[in-house]
């Protein structure tokens, strides 16, 4: 059983940067996928951004390409989100999650999920 903590979100003004991280326990951190997810009020989970167990491969939703970057430590269990450039769009909450390998952008692939971290973002 992998347990996932999330932290690092809070308030953050439109243009800033944040950088959410994920630490892992209870499991082989190394071998699993790993991906952000977030949910918006009144909105369904979305996808957000994956990365491999080895890191050497990442994959990100249009929304956040080029501003969002994904990576982990294997070393310390943890994976990380550096969001840059926010926009008010991206107010949610952020979520990790644990999968086997191609689990990409399907959350119904993902095995545990962290309870996880508010992102406010604002004008």
């Known amino acids: 059983q992998v347990q996932l903590v999330e932290t690092g979100g809070g308030l953050v003004q439109a243009g800033g940067s944040l950088r959410l991280s994920c630490a892992a326990s209870?499991?082989?951190?190394?071998?699993?996928?790993m991906g952000w997810f977030r949910q918006a009020p009144g909105k369904e989970r979305e996808f957000v951004a994956t990365?491999?167990?080895?890191?050497?491969?990442?994959y990100y939703a249009a929304s956040v390409k080029g501003r969002f970057s994904i990576s982990r430590d294997n070393a310390k269990n943890t994976v990380f989100l550096q969001m840059n450039s926010v926009k008010l769009e991206d107010t949610a909450v952020y979520y990790c999650?644990?999968?086997?390998?191609?689990?990409?952008?399907?959350?119904?692939?993902?095995?545990?999920w962290g309870q996880g971290t508010q992102v406010t973002v604002s004008s």
């Open positions: 990365i491999s167990w080895s890191g050497g491969s990442t």
């Open positions: 999650a644990a999968g086997p390998g191609g689990s990409g952008g399907f959350a119904r692939r993902y095995d545990y």
């Open positions: 209870g499991g082989t951190f190394s071998t699993y996928a």
